[in-house]
């Protein structure tokens, strides 16, 4: 992994990318991790009762098992994980080669709009991170 040179303006920039691109479309929560599950970015309604630093590790760990079971089938990867649930649903893709975003929405979010804005979103947070 590549060392990350997080400044103010990029972690702003990135949150405010976050809060108009998902949290304004009904997201409930959005973390933005690094692959070791460090929380880089957090954002949303509902994260006071939610355990963030657990939820970021075992992302990150459930990415990373993914990911050996991709190269299992010959895949090098697969870019997303979504898991659902009775009520919420829970969105993980791979920004770039460094990070994941993890986007928790209830069924008053479609999953496909969520997917379409997760993929504009992952561009323009590449686009933030690469201006070192």
Do not use: P, W, Y
């Amino acid at each position: 992994m590549a060392d990350l040179v997080l400044t103010t303006s990029i972690l702003e920039e990135t949150r405010i990318q976050i809060e108009n691109t998902l949290i304004k479309a009904g997201v409930n929560t959005v973390l933005l991790i690094d692959e070791a599950g460090n929380i880089v970015v957090a954002c949303g309604h509902k994260t006071d009762n939610l355990d963030s630093i657990s939820l970021a590790a075992l992302a990150a760990a459930n990415f990373g098992a993914t990911s050996q079971i991709a190269k299992l089938i010959g895949e090098d990867d697969f870019a997303l994980l979504f898991h659902k649930g009775k009520k919420d649903s829970i969105h993980v893709a791979r920004i770039g080669t460094d990070l994941i975003l993890v986007t928790i929405f209830g069924d008053n979010v479609s999953l496909g709009l969520i997917r379409l804005r997760v993929a504009q979103l992952a561009k323009s947070i590449e686009k933030a991170f690469s201006q070192k």
